[in-house]
């Protein structure tokens, strides 16, 4: 697209709905949100940027091939599922830091599982969006 | 511990997922992994062989409330035969499939099949089978699809849409049982459903059970997807559909209708007639065709009939005949498959009128397709014929002789069909073979290929041979689960961890 307001906005936009996404995927436990919705929105933020600038562009700023999000998430999520064991305690239980972290606050066994679905998200859609795009 | 399964196939499909342009490796690695996963399954089994029910409530949430995963005799022998026939399929895909196909995932999405399904085999909780259900439903859509022909395209289409027709009756069924009890864990449901007055409605859902499991396992108004798709896909894909897709609609079946909806007489009756024309239905179909991989689709018709037939009479020798013949179908029908690839490998066709000769030319691997052929139709000594005398034998005692005529009609079909696939794919002199067929034939292949294909096929016969001639262990195995299938006590107490109240 060749609009120069669109163009500029969007610069601005990638690094903000990547914050968003972010901050999205971190108060998942108990409010709205989470990896699913965090990871549909960083993936957004990506897709506008590819409008305006191009595939090859936002390909060269994600670097790593989309693909191989998905596995990277799945095992994100495998390893808070079998963390439990370790521990001697059933499959998925949630496990937890006894001291809150500065400014995220509680941090369990469930944001990984999170950040797993949030990569897995984001390497789906993108892979999918990225590959139509490319035919088109 | 007694996820381990599940855990591993997830993460046997997550490893092969980083290996995505290296086929060769992954190759490999899917053999490994599903020798491993037979290793796992087995270990479970003798587990649970020997110290019973296993349960663990997953997240530590408490039984009613969370999801309880639960191995029972009838879980783990699932999951070992779905393990057999995953560690079968993929020494046999490495074999035979082209490049083009396993580039875009096939083993990671094989192994998360496996997964699927024995997620299902294991789960103690209604609306957890249902996400397992459509775990398997995406990866076999995948696996269906992959070469995107237009021909499979047409038979993943019509799988995909009846399928998610069940998945959504099945969905409405889970909505009636929880409104009716305010519970998904089967355990518990079984022992509300119990008490309730309103039997009208319990009927109902179990009428809605019926007709989602039913399409999902190709019972008999509601088959015509299995012979429209079966025979798309390449022989390796087909073989795990055949041995374990539709069988999981029948374990659904067998587990819910044992556990919650008990010996319900009007679904008997149902349920009787239904495999009454399924037998004759696939039967007949399997007669007429003349592509044998959808004469093979029809013949999984034929005997999904048997196993509903024993679930119709609903006594326990007659759910012992069912397992029985669950854990034999299961063996052969993938090995079925296996067959016909490999005969579509040799010939370049599956057309019964083109093929010929093979026992002039290949008299040692057709002994050793004879062995899957004539277990299927039950021939005394192989694993077939036990299964249907028990069926039988529950049959007359119940004096359900309706069911019994049509049970031994179904066996003189499949004999008469096996019959006439043996004297014109083995015996005839083949006339006119087309010289061309995509990709390499038999014998142009690298001996290890060859090995790949002709081992997997060698050990199910095997394994058949075995349930045919140690037929004694089989029968003490089926008799346990049943014993447990129709006195669901001990599961109920196993989940819920207390004495269950029986009214």
């Given at each position: 697209m060749k609009s120069l307001i669109f163009k500029t906005a969007s610069s601005y936009l990638l690094p903000l709905l990547l914050l968003f996404s972010i901050f999205i995927l971190l108060r998942g436990h108990y409010l709205p949100g989470g990896g699913f919705v965090g990871g549909l929105m960083a993936s957004i933020a990506f897709l506008i940027h590819s409008f305006a600038f191009g595939l090859k562009e936002t390909q060269s700023i994600i670097k790593?091939?989309?693909?191989y999000l998905m596995p990277i998430g799945l095992a994100f999520a495998v390893g808070a599922a079998i963390a439990p064991f370790f521990v001697d305690a059933p499959l998925l239980k949630g496990l937890w830091f006894e001291e809150p972290f500065r400014f995220i606050g509680m941090v369990g066994s469930a944001l990984i599982f999170d950040i797993g679905v949030y990569l897995v998200v984001i390497g789906a859609t993108l892979t999918i969006i990225f590959s139509i795009t490319d035919t088109v | 511990m007694i996820v381990l399964p599940i855990i591993f196939q997830f993460i046997a499909g997550t490893i092969l997922l980083f290996f995505w342009r290296k086929i060769n490796l992954q190759k490999v690695l899917s053999i490994l992994f599903s020798v491993i996963g037979l290793g796992i399954s087995i270990w479970l089994f003798l587990q649970v062989w020997e110290k019973g029910i296993m349960v663990t409530q997953s997240g530590d949430?408490?039984?009613?409330f969370g999801i309880s995963i639960v191995a029972d005799t009838f879980g783990v022998t699932m999951v070992l035969l779905s393990s057999i026939s995953g560690l079968a399929v993929s020494i046999f895909s490495t074999g035979s499939m082209r490049k083009e196909r396993l580039a875009f995932g096939f083993f990671p999405i094989f192994h998360f099949l496996i997964m699927g399904l024995q997620g299902a085999f294991l789960t103690g909780d209604i609306f957890n089978l249902y996400v397992w259900f459509e775990v398997v439903i995406i990866s076999s859509f995948v696996l269906l699809t992959l070469g995107g022909k237009k021909q499979q395209l047409e038979g993943a289409l019509k799988y995909v849409s009846l399928n998610l027709l069940a998945s959504s009756l099945f969905l409405i069924g889970i909505g009636f049982i929880y409104g009716l009890?305010?519970?998904?864990n089967m355990a518990d449901v079984a022992i509300k459903l119990d008490g309730l007055q309103n039997r009208g409605l319990v009927s109902v859902t179990s009428g809605i059970f019926l007709v989602a499991f039913g399409i999902k396992s190709a019972i008999f108004p509601m088959y015509f997807w299995l012979p429209a798709s079966y025979h798309t896909p390449p022989p390796a894909v087909s073989a795990i559909f055949a041995g374990l897709l539709t069988k999981l609609g029948i374990y659904a079946m067998l587990r819910t209708f044992t556990l919650?909806?008990?010996?319900d007489e009007f679904m008997g009756d149902i349920m009787v007639v239904l495999a009454a024309l399924t037998i004759l239905s696939g039967g007949l179909g399997a007669i007429l065709q003349q592509n044998m991989g959808k004469v093979f689709g029809y013949l999984i018709i034929c005997h999904i009939g048997f196993l509903i037939a024993g679930l119709g009479i609903y006594t326990e020798l007659a759910i012992m005949g069912t397992i029985f013949y669950l854990i034999h179908d299961i063996i052969v029908k993938t090995n079925l498959f296996m067959v016909s690839g490999l005969i579509l490998k040799i010939?370049?066709?599956?057309d019964i009128k083109e093929l010929g000769g093979m026992y002039k030319n290949f008299p040692l691997l057709s002994l050793l397709m004879a062995i899957p052929l004539f277990s299927l139709v039950g021939i005394?000594?192989?694993?077939g014929f036990w299964a249907k005398i028990f069926l039988i034998q529950a049959g007359l005692e119940t004096k359900d002789f309706f069911l019994i005529g049509f049970i031994v009609l179904g066996s003189f079909l499949t004999l008469w069909v096996i019959a006439r696939l043996w004297g014109e794919v083995f015996w005839k002199n083949s006339v006119g073979?087309?010289?061309?067929?995509?990709?390499?034939y038999f014998g142009q292949m690298p001996l290890i290929d060859q090995w790949l294909m002709v081992f997997p096929i060698f050990l199910l016969a095997a394994i058949s041979l075995y349930i045919g001639f140690s037929a004694e262990n089989i029968i003490l195995l089926s008799q346990k689960i049943s014993s447990e299938l129709m006195d669901p006590t001990g599961y109920i107490e196993a989940v819920l961890g207390l004495k269950a109240i029986t009214p």
């Open positions: 790593i091939n989309p693909g | 949430w408490k039984a009613p009890t305010g519970s998904l919650m909806f008990g010996g010939n370049g066709t599956q005394p000594p192989l694993s073979l087309p010289k061309k067929a995509n990709g390499l």
